[in-house]
């Protein structure tokens, strides 16, 4: 019931009923405690979701609103938008620390218990009955529903053990209870809400409506205590046959999400959630993937959600671009284990590796049952290029490369690849004209300037000068030549 990793100085003092009523405690259903934890928030200006992006001003203060007036809610949208991430967050609007009677399944607050085992609790020790604490973490339940779902998973089942004990079947302790109950005084999150059959759903709708549950035709009166959250996606649950209408109805609020809407969310949700830290292992530096190379993978994300080739309704995940962005990172790791560079920087040469690693990730409107379609692989390619352009254009608009344009005006070439270390390339160049400019174009600070990071800025510009049609580029498998 305690976090394993506060200390026991760290927990409320009150161990027993009796000190828990001197103390001035008082019960409160868990939905005006979030609703009180919310307003308190936003009154000291904090953000009532941390950690949410791109849902300041659409998403999260319909969120508030619906918390606010004690609502259950949907969240509806496609895939990789942030629902089960956003649904997470709601736990930390519940209180650190809750009293609960210690030993029971269904999280009973002391003052307010609902089970025939936590009467007779109360009634055998009095004032001396045992209290322990829960902490909010504990304090969520999920499911991701699945059409083999049942209602014992959810909801509960008779026992046939404590039935065999000689307890009768309407007698509530021959309950073996499910992951809603357990989630009493909690926040319980339904996954894709459409998947469930529809007589799991029917078990739903009696727990919004009366806050009890039905198990195999008895009655079971549990004034149940929780803030119920369920996912879907948009086409699933407006479709009637999916879902039953009267669960709809039983919802108090509709949350429509969707993908960043501006550049800069999507590039701020990329630094937030790629793990790319714990890649430099023990030999290694943490590798560092620059920041035109992260908003040309958002940019990447952003054209193949748009694509015409891309089905619509399935949309493309957030974690298509958090995958990408950590294999580019991986793919300079990679080049500094073989290469011995002590710091791992990630080039234009590490984006290829993006197309066949995150390929899974997106479903073709129009692909053909081979699985193996080469086409699917050309249009991923096609808009990686685009999205570097794109980059280049907005970052290098109006700085004069021409010094670097006639280092190839005597037939030169510069070799580069995946495994080429920046020490080689740069060696290839030479003086580079302009180089301190190029970097403060591209967000390197004038005292971090490295030569893994110019090596990364100059392949850069040799990229964007090729894709302006203003440099000759030859690519064979690993190995790219600039020039000539």
Known sequence: MTDPGTPASALPAPTT??????????????????????????????????????????????????????????????????????????????????????????????????????????????DATPVGWLHRSDRFGEKLATPDTSVGDLIGDVDPIKVAEGRTLGDPETVHYGLVPRTNR?????????????????????????????????????????????????????????????????????????????????????????????????????????????????????????????????????????AGLETVAASAVRRAAVAGETRPVARVVDLPSIVPASRGKVEFADSGSDPDDERELEVLEHLLRQATAQTFRARCAGLDLTGLQEHFTGGDTVESGELVPAAALLGQLGTIPKLAELLGRLGVPEGEQSAEQAAAAVEFALEGLYLTRRLAKDTDGPRTVYGA
């Open 17 to 126: 009923l009796g000190e828990l009523r001197d103390s001035g405690a008082t019960f409160r259903p868990v939905k005006a405690e979030i609703r009180a934890n919310l307003l308190a928030r936003l009154a000291a200006g904090e953000p009532s979701l941390p950690g949410i992006v791109g849902f300041d001003d659409t998403v999260v203060p319909e969120v508030e609103r619906a918390l606010i007036a004690g609502h259950d809610l949907v969240l509806l949208g496609e895939r990789g938008q942030g629902k089960t991430r956003l649904i997470r967050t709601l736990i930390g609007l519940l209180d650190e620390w809750t009293p609960v009677l210690t030993g029971s399944e269904l999280n009973e607050h002391p003052l307010a218990p609902i089970s025939v085992w936590a009467h007779r609790q109360i009634a055998e020790h009095g």
């Open 186 to 322: 909690g926040v319980f999150s339904v996954n894709e809400l459409p998947d469930l059959a529809e007589r799991i759903q029917v078990a739903l709708l009696n727990v919004l409506e009366e806050r009890d549950i039905q198990i195999r035709g008895y009655r079971v009166r549990l004034p149940l205590d929780l803030l119920l959250v369920a996912s879907a996606n948009p086409e699933d649950y407006t479709n009637r046959g999916r879902i039953i209408t009267p669960l709809k109805d039983r919802f108090g609020a509709e949350v429509r999400t969707h993908y960043p809407i501006e550049l800069a969310d999507e590039v701020r949700l990329l630094n937030q959630e790629a793990h790319t830290s714990w890649l430099g292992g023990e030999q290694l530096e943490t590798p560092l993937v620059p920041e035109h190379l992260v908003e040309i993978v958002a940019r990447f994300t952003r054209l193949v959600r748009d694509s015409n080739h891309v089905d619509q309704r399935s949309g493309v995940s957030a974690r298509f671009a958090i």
